[in-house]
């Protein structure tokens, strides 16, 4: 069926801390489509798994009816087939289509921001899905309430089925998913090397993939066996600019991690204290160990203004001459960014 993986299964999706709620939430749509969680909804950074979870169920979906209709789609693929399907005067059976599938699984949803006709259609569309019973599932880069530029009676009905996050995946589940990987590829990854690469690329999973593909490469091209030594000869540019640059991405995991919230938590328009002030801290931390513009940095925290970045900036400078407790979480977090 059109847009549907094959190769994205639960079968070789491992599963940690990071993604337990989502993964445990899809199996059970791919159970009980329609009625468990309608829609499924999965949030967070990119390279996270959402993708490769809402094939997953779709797949599952086809094992159990083959003749069940599936439909995959990027929410821009979405906003472009009704656009052409408007010149061409064929809305209804644009219509039709989407309102005859078993599942609907639109990927990537930020994509309808400010797109207002396509936001009436889909809002439509996903109302008479509901009411037939037919599972839709939606991702997003972000918590949908926090989305500018997306209606919110859509906001609020996604927020009728299940809304989970996915977590970047924590040490532990990047060694098993490099170790999972290797094994596909039929590779002897010994564990100390799946650890080595594990603690150093630490964004998210895509990346691992691609660190791990270009460790392979190399070991098939050389002959060498697959050890911390080839590691470092392969990964060589990409270890040095990570030993040069704390990314943000690094900040905000560790802020999150130190303070024991979630990533998705400082990107959120939280203000609550226990919220905003890891955020302002993870903003000064990003001012001064990366060579982001302030804009970039705002951006990168859920689209904020480079006034709000600037403001946490000397929030924190002053706090870190008037509060002992700011000025050792600050001491500890820069210890384990730059070390
Ligand atoms: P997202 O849609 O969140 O940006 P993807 O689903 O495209 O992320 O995942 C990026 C890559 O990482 C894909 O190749 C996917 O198969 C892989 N991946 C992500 N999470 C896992 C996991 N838990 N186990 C195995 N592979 C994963
Ligand atoms: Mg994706």
Redesign the pocket.
Same mark, same amino acid.
């Given at each position: 069926q059109p847009g549907l993986l094959g190769?994205?299964t639960f079968d070789?999706?491992?599963? !940690?801390k990071?993604?337990q709620l989502a993964?445990a939430a899809a199996r059970q749509v791919a159970e009980n489509p329609g009625s468990a969680y309608n829609p499924l909804f999965?949030y !967070?950074?990119? !390279? /996270? !798994?959402? %993708? @490769?979870?809402? @094939?997953a169920v779709g797949n599952a979906l086809r094992a159990d009816k083959p003749d069940a209709k599936v439909v995959y789609l990027h929410s821009e693929r979405f906003v472009a087939d009704m656009v052409k399907a408007l010149q061409l005067n064929a809305i209804n059976e644009f219509k039709r289509f989407y309102r005859s599938v078993d599942a609907l699984l639109i990927?990537?949803i930020q994509f309808f921001a400010k797109k207002d006709r396509s936001q009436e259609e889909f809002f439509h569309t996903f109302n008479a899905l509901l009411e037939g019973g037919q599972q839709m599932i939606l %991702?997003c880069?972000r918590y949908p309430k926090e989305l500018d530029g997306l209606e919110e009676r859509l906001k609020s009905r996604f927020g009728w089925g299940l809304t989970v996050a996915?977590e970047p995946?924590e040490l532990e %589940?990047r060694v098993?998913?490099l170790m999972?990987?290797a094994n596909q590829a039929g590779i002897e990854l010994p564990p100390e090397a799946a650890f080595f690469i594990a603690q150093r690329i630490r964004s998210?999973?895509?990346e /691992?993939?691609g660190a791990l593909k270009r460790v392979i490469a190399s070991a098939h091209f050389t002959g060498k066996p697959v050890d911390i030594e080839l590691i470092k000869e392969s990964l060589k540019d990409l270890l040095a600019l990570q030993d040069k640059q704390v990314s943000l991405d690094n900040i905000q995991r560790t802020v999150a991690e130190y303070y024991k919230i979630k990533v998705a938590d400082l990107m959120s328009r939280r203000r609550s204290r226990s919220v905003a002030r890891p955020r302002q801290v993870a903003m000064t931390l990003a001012k001064e160990l990366t060579n982001h513009s302030l804009p970039e940095i705002g951006d990168s925290f859920g689209g904020r203004d480079h006034t709000t970045v600037l403001h946490a900036c000397r929030k924190i400078k002053e706090l870190r001459e008037t509060s002992s407790d700011i000025r050792e979480d600050y001491k500890n977090l820069l210890r384990s960014l730059t070390t």
């Open positions: 190769s994205y070789n999706f491992v599963e !940690g990071s993604n993964l999965l !967070g950074g990119v !390279g /996270l !798994g959402k %993708t @490769h979870l809402m @094939h990927d990537d %991702t880069d996915v995946p %589940t098993a998913i999972n990987k998210n999973v895509r /691992l993939e």
